[in-house]
């Protein structure tokens, strides 16, 4: 049996949630029912991650997915505290957006990015800005490690 790249396997999703999606939007108003397919994807996908990922805490320039990601990315910022990472090319960008959907594919890809940071690195603050789904020339993914409290 062949396997399948990740964005043919989002390609999949895509063709089955994009109705579901528009459906959503006539009953309940798009920001509805974006916050709850958004809030749906982002769990199960944080819990998929997060169990393939058994080590916690990890500096995220060490941190292996397991997953093949359609992307390209520059590292801009790397120290023992902080990191940073531009990704300035993203086939599911280019996907969604040339199907007429990245509302959708952000919710399908990029919506799922805080979820997973805060259930593989809960010691480290998770920020993006932007995202190319969104238009923007790069992902702009930053993560700076909490200062550690106080002692109980």
Request: with cysteine; aromatic share 10%.
């Amino acid at each position: 049996m062949s396997k399948i790249s990740m964005l043919e396997a989002v390609k999949i999703q895509a063709r089955a949630l994009i109705p579901v999606v528009k459906a959503l939007e006539i009953e309940l108003g798009k920001a509805r029912a974006h916050r709850l397919v958004g809030d749906a994807l982002a769990a199960s996908w944080a819990e998929v991650v997060a169990s393939r990922s058994p080590e916690r805490n990890q500096h995220p320039a060490e941190a292996d997915s397991g997953f093949e990601f359609p992307v390209e990315s520059e590292v801009v910022e790397q120290s023992a505290d902080s990191y940073g990472r531009n990704f300035t090319a993203c086939a599911f960008a280019d996907y969604f957006r040339e199907i007429g959907e990245p509302e959708v594919g952000g919710l399908l890809t990029c919506g799922v990015d805080f979820a997973v940071e805060r259930a593989l690195r809960p010691e480290w603050e998770f920020r993006r800005t932007q995202t190319r789904m969104q238009g923007a020339p790069f992902c702009d993914f930053r993560w700076r490690r909490r200062p550690a409290g106080p002692e109980s």
